[in-house]
């Protein structure tokens, strides 16, 4: 039986109270701690630093944070959150000009590795460095915002890239990122994912449990 991990979207946590804000959806059962990382540069959007991850660190958030990076370029940074605490840090291809020596920088400073492709990048891009991948986290809306809706032909992306993966024999993790609702995350496991962004479909939510458990509930359905 696959893993199914949930990792709920700071981008849509109430920032003003971040270490309690995440330290309730972890307990009220999410897995990860995503952390959108936007330089108004590569997205049109401006959030937070590795300043902010050091701190959820010290806080005593202890659970995995999956750093998202939406910036160019990437490799001062990925240093700076493996030094803040990063477990998984992913980056877009488009971001580095090398994008082997980005991965293996991750590597070497003991993370775990990811790339991240947009909707229109096709998922070949990953071929060649695909033994380097802890992660592949598709996106299923154009980065820069949460909120959007999920773009259907993800889902044939998904397949394609969940065929190559387990090819591959590594247990690289496969993730989507916009859009996913407990109403979707059926159809979007069913196509491949194990690993599951959702911002404003959990912190949005009422209760932030509800949210998870339904999520849970349609994954073992
Ligand atoms: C978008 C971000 C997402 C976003 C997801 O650029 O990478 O992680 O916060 O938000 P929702 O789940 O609201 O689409
Ligand atoms: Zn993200």
């Known amino acids: 039986m696959t893993d199914f991990l949930i990792a709920p979207s ?6 003003a109270r971040l270490g309690d804000d995440v330290a309730q959806v ?12 936007m330089d108004n540069h590569y997205v049109p959007n401006l ?39 990063a477990t998984y840090i992913t980056f877009h291809p488009e971001a580095s000009k090398h994008v082997d020596r980005s991965l293996q920088l991750i590597l070497d400073k003991g993370c775990k590795a990811g790339l991240v ?13 695909l033994h380097k991948l802890d992660m592949l986290l598709l996106m299923s809306v154009n980065p820069g915002f949460g909120g959007q809706k999920f773009i259907p032909q993800t889902l044939d992306k998904l397949r394609e890239a969940r065929t190559l993966i387990d090819a591959s024999g590594r247990a690289t ?3 989507i990122d916009g859009g996913v609702t407990p109403a ?3 159809d979007i496991a069913r196509a491949g994912a194990d690993t599951f962004v959702a911002g404003s479909a959990i912190f949005g939510a009422e209760s932030y449990k509800s949210a998870i458990d339904a999520m849970r509930a349609a994954l073992a359905d």
Do not use: W
């Open 184 to 186: 979707n995350i059926a």
């Open 173 to 175: 993790r496969l993730e």
């Open 10 to 15: 700071i981008l849509s946590a109430d920032l």
């Open 117 to 129: 492709l947009n909707p229109a990048t096709p998922v070949d891009v990953v071929k060649p460095v």
């Open 26 to 37: 972890l307990a009220d059962g999410a897995d990860v701690v995503h952390f959108d990382v």
């Open 47 to 85: 959030t937070f630093g590795p300043m902010v991850c050091k701190a959820l660190r010290n806080y005593g958030i202890t659970a995995p944070i999956d750093v998202h990076l939406m910036v160019e370029p990437v490799d001062d940074l990925i240093v700076q959150f493996a030094d803040a605490g």
